[in-house]
């Protein structure tokens, strides 16, 4: 049963160019978590979706980050016209419920912006 | 706000239990508490929860104190891949996002 699969675990993009990053979640899960970790920093909460939905988008810096979930395929995470700033891991997660139901992790994208 | 406290780090023996505290005073009543780590690089692993009754799994053992304001993660039998960062995190019941603060370093000694 493979677990949350994310790529690609490492991204170099220059400034000003278009970061996307991939998760696909458990089998059977139809919940999708992003959350982003700058360096010598905690996880910090970014995106909650569901199948074509986004539920919560409050972690969301308010441009360039967009997020989607479609009904099929994988969910993306898409930073655009990335900055310096944007250098951090971003990691997926998915669970197969709602609420107080654990969250699986993926081995997340290391995203470097030169 | 952070709802839980934890020490910055410890050091364990290889082969020994590992006790990690977790202080969470101002928990309510429908929270629960949610021990994640993560190893160097990776993503976070799920590890144990529990609402007021003790729980183990094959991992690890969480003790809740009866007024539920601490509770301790025990690593029953800690190996050198026991080495990361462990949080603690309070949860509600309807509540998607982790909080995850800066939790302990826990170093595994040979």
């Known amino acids: 049963n493979a677990g949350v699969m994310q790529n690609p675990r490492h991204l170099v993009r220059r400034r000003g160019q278009e970061a996307r990053l991939r998760c696909s979640p458990m089998?059977?899960?139809?919940?999708v978590y992003w959350y982003r970790q700058l360096p010598e920093e905690g996880l910090k909460f970014m995106v909650y979706l569901q199948k074509e939905n986004i539920i919560d988008e409050s972690g969301m810096p308010k441009e360039r980050f967009s997020a989607e979930f479609p009904k099929e395929g994988p969910s993306i995470l898409r930073i655009q016209q990335v900055v310096r700033g944007d250098s951090a891991a971003y990691f997926c997660a998915s669970s197969p419920l709602a609420g107080v139901y654990e969250q699986y992790f993926g081995p997340g994208t290391r995203l470097t912006v030169t | 706000d952070a709802k839980t406290t934890q020490p910055p780090s410890m050091d364990c023996a290889e082969g020994r239990a590992a006790n990690l505290p977790c202080n969470h005073s101002?928990?309510?009543?429908?929270?629960?508490v949610y021990w994640y780590r993560q190893i160097h690089s990776q993503g976070p692993q799920y590890i144990i929860h529990g609402l007021k009754n003790n729980e183990t799994n094959e991992m690890a053992s969480l003790i809740i104190t009866e007024d539920r304001k601490s509770s301790t993660l025990i690593l029953p039998h800690a190996t050198l891949r026991d080495t990361a960062v462990y949080y603690c995190?309070?949860?509600?019941?309807?509540?998607?996002?982790?909080?995850f603060g800066a939790g302990t370093t826990v170093t595994v000694r040979a």
């Open positions: 101002t928990i309510s009543g429908n929270e629960y």
């Open positions: 089998k059977g899960h139809s919940h």
């Open positions: 995190i309070v949860r509600g019941f309807n509540d998607y996002k982790l909080s």
